[in-house]
């Protein structure tokens, strides 16, 4: 027999002749359901949009189609023919539950270590731990403009080696906001029981290469269409994989509906059991969807690329005598990148629902945004100059993925459809420069925006503005201290 282990999550390559019969969300049987219940099927409608049968079947995996809802069916019928094993039938439910839900969980996220920094368990604020007061310059401030207290240091000592990024820079990127935290502790626990009931029944060790991130040759224009063509692959699987999350809460809930009209002959405790099963599920899928889709498209620009390549300037943003006229090359990089991400989302090959689409684009943009911000946080010596710089490289990427400018990129005929304009786009460019800004602010003033604001930002964004204020390493360790208070216990901290 043929032992090797398959990858049951890659998107359905085909389509079955009766496709045209498929049930829109507006067909499913779920009238007169409770509100928690109506608001997957809004998000599943959202998602598809308008698109036709064939788009919405190419988002399905074949592990859902083939696996769990045949699986759920059969345990259901065999349940109904024999009651004595009710409770073994319910357990035998979630644990197929389960093993979708941590699987797809680890296929996005990509390993364990990455899985704790999202659900924030153990390094939630490990930048704390970790920090390093000696890549910071404690000194005075410029004397500024007409008693402007600048804090950009104006260099006089030989440039450090850049700021190293930590091992799993991806995964912080993408973890839940404090203002975005309502219900990270449900998800926390429910993933937790999940994977502690597949111990011994599941190693999902195993499937983190299953859907593997692809490397680039070299840097020609054909082998970077190559390469986007087959990041786009990577992202359409593992966003179906996170996606088909909505499908298994519905799954959950037919099969909840199906067994409470059974529970006059079965054991009732069993049947409670399952339900709150299914409610845990549904209130953590909000939450885990976010990371699923934040993560992937994190992922898919290769998030720690960009921040090493903002970090490994070095010299750049430190000199002082310099007013740079254009944005960094590693800008027009990333957009260009993406152009050829979105070419290959709107094209006939992919075929995915708008909704998908739009999704996906967003949180690419998004990873954009957070990347930058990132890579501007951990560059501890900066002059006047360099900050203006940073500002430059925030404007060139925020014109680099309007629809104007991917218009210009892709001139193709016909031509192809453009992303909507999304007012999001403006609110993540005005939050990184602000955060660019604040370095002109007094310390004090710094120090009282860090306050108002932290629940909008990374521990360890909020703590590197926070460290610029120092002007020492005695008064960086108290600051650092105040700052994890901040995120420990909130503003009375």
Known sequence: PDTKIRNPFAAT????????????PECLPFDGMEEHVSTIVRLVADLLGASDSQSSLNLVTKSMVYGILPWCARVLVMIEKLPSIY?????????????????AF????????????????????????TVDLSDYDFRSPSPGFGGFGLRSQQVQTPPKPPTSVSANPEAELCALLPGESDGLSRLQGFIRDAQKSLQGIAKLDLVDNWIKDPAMKDDTATCEEEFAAATTDVLT???????????????????TTELSDMEESMDSSCDVQLNAYRDRLFASLPPFLTLLNRINAVRAIRGRTVV????????????????????NDYVDSLCDFMALIWRCLVSDA????????????????????????????????????????????????FSGVSPRSLSGKLQVDPPLPLPARNDQHVEWKGRVDTYIKIYYFPPKDALAWVKENYQHHLPGHSLALALSTASSAQEAKKVAKWVKQLYDQGDNG
């Open 106 to 129: 680890r296929l996005c996220s990509g390993n364990a270590a990455n899985e704790k920094i999202l659900l924030g368990i153990d390094t939630k604020h490990s930048c704390f731990e």
């Open 13 to 24: 390559a085909t389509v079955s002749n009766n496709a045209e019969t498929t049930s829109s």
């Open 237 to 255: 699987k593992r966003t179906a994989v996170s996606l088909n999350l909505v499908c298994l809460s519905l799954a959950a809930h037919l099969v």
């Open 87 to 103: 409770q073994e039938g319910c357990q035998v439910l979630t644990n197929i539950f389960d093993l979708y839900i941590t699987t």
């Open 350 to 397: 992919c075929r995915l629902p708008q909704g998908i689409v739009t999704t996906i684009w967003d949180n690419i943009v998004r990873a954009g945004y957070m990347c930058l911000l990132d890579g501007f946080s951990k560059v501890t010596t900066c002059s006047t100059e360099g900050r203006a710089l940073m500002s430059m490289d925030l404007a060139s990427y």
């Open 308 to 327: 090493q390549k903002i970090v490994s300037l070095g010299s750049v943003w430190e000199e002082s005598k310099k007013l740079h006229e254009h944005a």
